[in-house]
């Protein structure tokens, strides 16, 4: 069982939006701090968006705010991540982690986000 798969990634035209998801299982959820990742062609990961356990203290990205919002379903188990605005700049691999004091992090496998005309 996979802890954490992302979905919804593909190629989008510039301005375009897409949401990210990222489904949890087998760990407790509602209990770690998560985060989205992404990593640009010939770049190294970067963070985009954090969010606390109970939905707080969200904290973005200089190159994402007022674009994109992070948010979280508990009772669901899924991470989202709401692109908007969305430019070239904006390609990479997504990745979804979720991480907790004393506790081994979890990161999911990723989906590609293709920003081109």
């Known amino acids: 069982q996979v802890p954490l798969v992302e979905s919804g990634g593909g190629l989008v035209q510039p301005g375009g939006s897409l949401r990210l998801s990222c489904s949890a299982s087998?760990?407790?959820?509602?209990?770690?701090?998560m985060s989205w990742y992404r990593q640009p062609p010939g770049k190294e990961r970067e963070l985009v968006a954090s969010i606390a356990t109970y939905g707080g203290n969200i904290n973005y990205a200089d190159s994402v705010k007022g674009r994109f919002t992070i948010s979280r379903n508990n009772t669901g188990n899924i991470l989202y991540l709401q692109m908007d605005s969305l430019q070239p700049e904006d390609t990479a691999v997504y990745y979804c982690?979720?991480?907790?004091?004393?506790?081994?992090?979890?990161w999911g496998q990723g989906t590609q986000v293709t920003v081109s005309s």
């Open positions: 087998g760990f407790p959820f509602s209990s770690y701090a």
């Open positions: 982690k979720g991480t907790r004091w004393s506790s081994p992090e979890y």
